[in-house]
């Protein structure tokens, strides 16, 4: 079954992968390991996962404004999400993206989507982003 | 380096949060040749561009630290929750590379906790029938701060219902725990601090989106959460996270007066070069020594690969680094208050009066 969402482009770009869900924030500094792409906050409920090559679905990022600098460093070491997705716009993930178009010619989508259409990302599938932030949802099984 | 190939200058006062490496004592620590040089590099490009090379993440105890009232643009999530909520200086959460940004321009987005409007709380917490020996206890701030955190996310959290008094480090204390559990840039506490002079005035007349009470059972899981380590065993005591104060130095000077850390015991504080010069000129730094303490200027655990592969079991009375240490240094964590910190540093073995 396919499910479509609209969210708001906030980096835009176009990605297919896996989705990594979690309706609990996420510090990237000292909560991913950039050269790894693992998440490494040890009291979330991602701790341990992969995220690197996958859609990336947290509400916003928690923690150290250094949450940025990582997720550029992992953007350059090819370990980061495909795409990240939020509920309202985050700065600190849209900025990592900007920044890493600027300097290694290489953004990934930043979404952001209404907390409902959010939600209906927590079953996982397969996910492909649009650059005008359509995404379509691939469930296996379902 | 890119900024100052391209001729950057910052046009207003910038105060600079903690460096990749302790320029004078990396040596005694296995940090990385490489990684040292570059952070050194990393220096030497911001200091090029005419900033103040206060190397803190706790900039509000400086000379320069902001007024109530004044337009910031700050990083450094403690340090944001600080300005915001215990000063009443204005600054919406900036991340790394953007604050840059804004000492270069002069210039911050008209937008978020810098508008009146964004400041007022949302979400209240209400603390029930929580002992006055709990409020007393050293370690209630940092506990309270770790669930703040959690129940806030990234919404304004208003505190009402507090008995006693907090000191400016417990208030630190406080915004440093919020900002690592959650995304608090700013917190009130109704009686308190300078935008909450009433439960209204917090929340500017709104309601709360909503409500939570706080009762010991609340901040007894919370303080449980904080720990990661079972038994006694122990590496290291780690202080000074955000950067040791004054008042810090001064309350440890007094808990350690005639004594020694225990001999596998490491004990480390973390503060900034300017700081801990001061705390030198008021004889604070000599007995230390003598304990055995070691400091670390400038950086921290977090900030610095400084700890030997052997170390796997700290000791803090921060939140903060009880929060990341976990997962950022693989090492497992006992949180306690500073006297329990210091007991356990002496005897060699991590030991905590229980939290009530």
Redesign the interface.
């Known amino acids: 079954m396919n499910e479509q969402i609209q969210g708001d482009s906030i980096v835009s770009g176009s990605a297919k992968g896996t989705i990594l869900f979690s309706d609990e924030p996420l510090s990237f500094w000292g909560g991913y390991d950039q050269n790894t792409g693992e998440i490494i906050d040890r009291r979330h409920p991602l701790s341990g996962q992969i995220a690197a090559e996958r859609v990336l679905a947290l509400p916003f990022s928690r923690g150290s404004s250094t949450g940025t600098a990582v997720l550029l460093e992992a953007i350059r070491a090819d370990k980061a999400p495909v795409a990240i997705l939020t509920t309202g716009i985050d700065t600190f993930f849209a900025l990592a993206s900007i920044v890493a178009a600027e300097m290694y010619g290489k953004p990934i989508p930043i979404i952001a989507l209404s907390t409902s259409d959010f939600i209906r990302l927590r079953n996982g599938g397969q996910a492909e982003i649009y650059p005008n932030g359509a995404i379509t949802i691939h469930q296996a099984n379902s | 380096e890119?900024l100052v190939r391209l001729g950057a200058k910052v046009i207003i006062p910038t105060t600079l949060n903690v460096s990749g490496v302790d320029e004078k004592h990396w040596r005694d620590w296995p940090v990385p040749p490489d990684w040292a040089e570059k952070a050194i590099r990393q220096m030497a490009a911001y200091k090029s561009m005419g900033t103040v090379p206060t190397w803190t993440c706790a900039p509000y105890q400086t000379e320069y630290r902001p007024k109530f009232g004044q337009q910031i643009a700050w990083?450094?999530?403690n340090a944001?929750a600080f300005a915001n909520s215990v000063i009443g200086a204005r600054t919406?959460?900036?991340?790394?590379?953007?604050?840059i940004c804004a000492a270069i321009t002069g210039r911050a987005p008209a937008a978020g906790l810098h508008l009146t409007e964004n400041r007022a709380g949302q979400i209240l917490l209400k603390l029930q029938n929580v002992p006055e020996e709990m409020q007393n206890d050293a370690s209630f701030y940092p506990v309270l701060g770790n669930l703040m955190?959690k129940l806030a996310?990234?919404k304004n959290p208003v505190i009402q219902g507090m008995n006693t008094t907090p000191s400016e480090d417990q208030l630190k204390a406080l915004g440093a725990a919020g900002?690592?559990?959650?995304?608090v840039a700013l917190f009130h506490i109704v009686g308190l601090t300078p935008e909450a002079p009433t439960l209204e005035a917090a929340f500017q007349g709104n309601q709360p989106q909503k409500t939570y009470s706080i009762t010991k059972n609340e901040l007894l899981a919370s303080w449980e959460?904080l720990t990661?380590a079972d038994g006694e065993e122990l590496d290291m005591v780690v202080l000074g996270c955000p950067h040791f104060s004054m008042e810090e130095f001064k309350q440890l000077d007094s808990l350690i007066q005639g004594r020694r850390c225990h001999p596998e015991v490491q004990f480390l504080i973390t503060s900034s070069r300017n700081m801990v010069a001061l705390a030198k000129q008021s004889g604070l730094i000599e007995q230390l020594r003598q304990f055995g303490a070691k400091i670390s200027l400038d950086t921290c655990i977090?900030t610095t690969p400084m700890l030997p592969n052997s170390t796997k079991r700290l000791m803090t009375n921060s939140a903060k680094y009880a929060?990341?240490a976990?997962?950022?240094l693989n090492t497992q964590v006992v949180f306690g208050t500073l006297t329990d910190c210091v007991e356990s540093a002496i005897c060699g073995k991590a030991t905590r009066n229980e939290y009530l």
């Open positions: 890119r990083g450094e999530s944001i919406e959460r900036y991340p790394d590379l953007l604050d955190g996310g990234n900002a690592s559990s959650g995304a959460k990661t977090l929060y990341y976990p997962g950022l």
